[in-house]
């Protein structure tokens, strides 16, 4: 007998989990727009078994992602997206700022200033610009009240809802060391 070449086995299929877990991902808040999109991509582009079930799940994912964020804009407006915590943070880092801006200055001049715009007259550049309530808003400087004996200031950011005095309104954060030497003092309510 004449030995026969082996037959070619026949290729194995490829797994298609990782384009299904790709397609799970995509009802996450956030990232889900994007996984689902790249789902429904990789599904169209490979000869996956799953491939169609990948892509039915990945479109489902996204458009629902799509379809909150229209409604958030459609109910909230802008404001819905402004980032609340990285907003407040980056206010209160702004507000360190001018506290130091400010100190600097007294030690200059002797004196705080009337209003925070004389700040951006010096040679000091600092931002007294108000953004806490979103960036669809109209900048205000911000909230600065200088003590009637000119010794101390209070200082603060109108936060989310625009309105000075309100709850949410943003405070500067000051380490122990600019604290004991700076004249801030918040009004007590």
């Given amino acids: ?59 489902t994912g996204a458009l629902l992602q799509l379809g909150v964020f229209v409604a958030l804009i459609a109910t909230k407006g802008p404001e819905a997206f402004q980032m609340g915590g990285l907003l407040s943070y980056a206010t209160r880092q702004d507000l ?15 004196a705080y200033p009337e209003a ?23 900048p205000e400087p911000y909230q600065y009240q200088r003590s009637a004996d000119g010794e101390h200031y209070d200082l603060f950011a109108v936060g989310p809802d625009g309105e000075p005095e309100t709850e949410d309104d943003i405070r500067p954060v000051l380490p122990e060391r600019l604290r004991a030497r700076a004249g801030y003092r918040p009004r007590k309510d």
């Fill in 1 to 59: 007998m004449i030995p026969t070449a082996a037959e070619p086995k026949p290729p194995r299929p490829q797994a298609s989990w990782p384009l299904l877990l790709l397609a799970c991902l995509s009802v996450i808040p956030g990232a889900g727009f994007v996984c689902g999109s790249l789902a429904v991509t990789w599904g169209l582009l490979a000869d996956l078994p799953r491939a169609k079930l990948a892509i039915v799940i990945g479109a």
């Fill in 96 to 110: 360190r700022t001018v506290v130091e801006a400010l100190e600097a200055y007294r030690e200059d001049k002797a």
């Fill in 116 to 138: 925070l715009e004389e700040l951006e007259d010096g040679s000091l550049r600092v931002n007294v610009m108000d953004m806490s309530a979103g960036f669809s808003t109209q």
